[in-house]
């Protein structure tokens, strides 16, 4: 019996799986940063490679679309998972751009490392740039800065799957499933009005 966190690949239409709708995820991450009047939004993802990054920026596409918000390649980066990774890339986009009035990390080490490269150059959140998070993980809630971010809820994605692999070992459940957890998006006020930046 096989059950994977997260979605699996497209060609992997037979392996049961438990995740949160990424997709909607990008998607309500972007609509409160558009809804505080943000247009100029810088969106760090992961590596394309993950299904996590594809589902991700598809929500930030789909959100930009229905706001008749065109969308600029050049608004995303990708980079590695590690609070360095997102520091260094988010160092090089600032040594070639202006500052943008929002950003969105998909991770909560990612969030961690482009603090670090906007502290660097006395950009501070959310006075001089919003921010919001698709995670909220340990090392983000001890940030001194408090960034508002989505609550995956890891313990009920962990619970359910255990059940379910329990169902797939006693054979109670044969069919392939594909089981969405809710998310619920938590405001720390680091995305500010625009008309106050």
């Known amino acids: ?65 229905d706001m008749e918000i065109p969308f600029d390649p050049e608004s995303v980066i990708c980079c590695g998972f590690t609070a360095d990774d997102a520091r260094r890339a988010m160092g090089a986009y600032l040594d070639t751009h202006p500052v943008p009035s929002a950003v969105i990390a998909n991770s909560d080490t990612q969030a961690v490392g482009i603090l670090e490269a906007l502290n660097e150059r006395g950009i501070k959140v959310p006075r001089d740039c919003s921010m919001i998070c698709g995670g909220e993980g340990i090392l983000l809630r001890m940030h001194e800065t408090p960034i508002s971010g989505v609550d995956l809820h890891h313990t009920e994605l962990g619970k359910r799957a255990a059940i379910l692999m329990m169902h797939l070992i006693d054979k109670t459940l044969i069919q392939t499933t594909k089981y969405h957890v809710p998310f619920v998006l938590n405001d720390r006020g680091s995305v500010t009005k625009r008309d106050n930046l």
Request: charge should be negative; glycine fraction near 10%.
């Open 1 to 65: 019996p096989c059950l994977i966190i997260g979605r699996p690949g497209d060609g992997d239409h037979d392996i049961s799986y438990l995740d949160v709708d990424n997709v909607a995820v990008g998607y309500c991450m972007v609509c409160h940063v558009l809804d505080n009047g943000h247009t100029d939004i810088l969106f760090v993802n992961p590596p394309q490679e993950y299904t996590i990054s594809q589902d991700r920026l598809s929500g930030y596409k789909l959100a930009l679309s």
